[in-house]
């Protein structure tokens, strides 16, 4: 077991850790601000908090500045390949078959 002492510096660096990263954010400061989340979930996970754990990973995970690409920008790099263009004959015909059809 772990000393109860001991837990609540953890859960207080643990806690503290995911306030910075809150504050990173805004500042466009993602790298640092996923790095400190990873590493609160590394001490929840050390804890056997998962729920906790798995809370800052998905913050980690998804609290970025990636845009999301127009869909002709998608479109034309499906449409790039044969596998590609085959999916999408394959999507169209399932669309249309369960869709389209009366």
């Known amino acids: ?31 640092e601000a996923a790095e400190a989340l990873e590493e609160a979930a590394w001490m929840h996970a050390e ?25 002709r920008v998608v479109l034309s790099r499906i449409m790039r390949t044969r596998t590609g263009r085959v999916g999408m004959l394959v999507a169209w015909a399932w669309l249309g078959l369960h869709f389209f059809a009366k």
């Open 1 to 31: 077991m772990d000393d109860p002492q001991e837990a609540r510096t953890r859960d207080d660096k643990a806690e503290a850790l995911m306030r910075t990263a809150n504050s990173l954010i805004p500042q466009g400061k993602w790298p």
């Open 47 to 71: 804890a056997g908090r998962s729920y906790d754990e798995s809370r800052c990973l998905q913050l980690a995970a998804t609290r970025t500045k990636a845009p999301v690409p127009p869909i």
